[in-house]
Each structure stands twice: as C-alpha cells, then as structure tokens.
C-alpha cells in the first residue's frame, strides 16, 4: 500500500516536473509515508522511474497481446501505422504514466542519452528488422539504409506520441489522426 503510493506520487512527480526538477521531497510528501519509507523501495528517483519503464513496459506487451493487425497481408508500412495507432490507443489507457514517461524520456532527451542506450537499441533493432522485411518484400528499394529509414521511423513515432501527449488529445481524435 505504502509502495503503491510512492508509485503514484512518483508518476504525478515526473508528470509535472519531468526528471531533472523533480522532488523526491515532494514525492514523500505527496505520498504521506517517511523519506526512510521511500528508500526501503528504491533507491533513488533514478531508481523509481526506471522501475515505472518497466511497469509501462509490462502493460504495453500485454495490451498489445490481445490486438491484431487488420489484414495478416498488410504492408510493413500500413503494419507501422497500426502499431503508431494501436500505441496511442494504450496511451489513452494510463495517460498520465505515459506522460511522465514520454516527458522525461522525449521531453528531456534521456532516450538519447546512455542510461536509455539499450531501450533504444531494442527499439530500433525492431525498426530495422521492419525495414529489411520491407525490402525483402520489394515495399522500398533495396539500396535503402536501413538503419537511416529506422531512424526517421523512430523519430517520426516519438514525435508523434509526444505531439498527441502535448496537445492532450483524446482517443476518438488519435485514431483519426493516425
């Protein structure tokens, strides 16, 4: 209980004041438990929001557990639009942990920097695999760089969910716009 309100603390925290300015004061106080309290449960607030990536990471792979593309010939690109799509659909889900996650990691920088380096790489070892199956199946020329088309399809997801996220569209609005 006194965990689950540190938790939820926390996600308002970073919410609010991304990573840099926020407060693990503010989060004890806002949770109503001791500053020792918090530090039976993490270490520091490093500590706490690596362990909301895995949360979100965990509600992420299950959501998507039970979605399914349209059509199981769909082109690679129309399969990236559905997973866009499908992504914003579950951040309609919890939008304020995706908040604070997508505020710290996009709005700071941190997914670009070396404490997310492997988060990254996961990400895009997916892209480029989405890439070569794209090529393999003759949707873009051959002589594309994979790992540069990766990256424009990398960068054009994170500014759309942080466009959404900024603009605070609703669901019925995320599935027009994408």
Do not use: C
Not at 35 to 51: A, C, H, P
Not at 52 to 70: N, R, S, Y
Not at 137 to 147: F, K, P, Y
Request: aromatic residues 12%; glycine residues 6%; hydrophobic residues 40%.
């Amino acid at each position: 209980e006194k965990r689950q309100a540190v938790i939820n603390a926390a996600i308002d925290e970073f919410a609010a004041y991304g990573f840099e300015s926020a407060s693990i004061n503010r989060i004890v106080a806002n949770s109503g438990i001791s500053k020792g309290s918090f530090y039976q449960y993490f270490e520091d607030k490093m500590d706490v929001f690596k362990y909301l990536m895995d949360v979100i990471a965990q509600e992420k792979t299950e959501f998507f557990k039970g979605k399914h593309p349209p059509s199981p010939g769909q082109s690679t690109f129309g399969y990236f639009r559905w997973m866009i799509k499908t992504g914003m659909e579950f951040n309609s889900t919890n939008p304020k942990l995706v908040k604070a996650i997508t505020r710290v990691l996009l709005g700071e920088g941190m997914y670009y920097g070396q404490i997310f380096a492997d988060v990254r790489k996961r990400t895009m070892d997916v892209l480029v695999s989405m890439i070569q199956r794209a090529k393999q199946n003759g949707e873009i020329d051959a002589s594309v760089d994979e790992n540069v088309a990766a990256k424009v399809m990398d960068t054009w997801s994170n500014v759309i969910s942080s466009s959404i996220l900024e603009e605070g569209m609703q669901k019925k609005d995320i599935v027009k716009w994408v």
